[in-house]
């Protein structure tokens, strides 16, 4: 069991910046990849990020590359979610996600362990 608990969401202006963070609870940490969905209002939730156990390999949704960037930090046993030039469509809730699989990463059926979720709203 790896518990996840993400931090770092706010209020931020269109333009601006957030840096999300997933705290894990188990020193395992490093055998997972792992993912960032979001769901915003009356949507269904959708994939934004995923980063392999080691960090070696990264996948990004169309709507974020460019603006966000994810990292982990196996040490710390937390994994980030790094948003720069935000927009008002960037507002939802934000989830980090664990999974075993090697693939299939924007598919949230393959995560097997999922945090809290942390708002974040971006002002026009």
């Known amino acids: 069991q790896v518990q996840l608990v993400e931090s770092g969401g706010g209020l931020v202006q269109a333009g601006g910046s957030l840096r999300l963070s997933c705290a894990a609870s188990r020193r395992t940490f490093s055998n997972y990849n792992m993912g960032w969905f979001r769901q915003a209002p009356g949507k269904e939730r959708e994939f934004v990020s995923a980063i392999t156990w080691n960090g070696g390999a990264t996948q990004y949704a169309d709507s974020v590359k460019g603006r966000f960037t994810i990292s982990r930090d196996n040490a710390k046993i937390t994994v980030y979610l790094q948003m720069n030039s935000l927009k008002p469509e960037d507002t939802a809730v934000y989830y980090c996600?664990?999974?075993?699989?090697?693939?299939?990463?924007?598919?949230?059926?393959?995560?097997?362990?999922w945090g809290q979720g942390t708002q974040v709203i971006v002002s026009s």
């Open positions: 996600a664990a999974t075993t699989v090697l693939y299939g990463w924007d598919a949230e059926n393959n995560y097997n362990y």
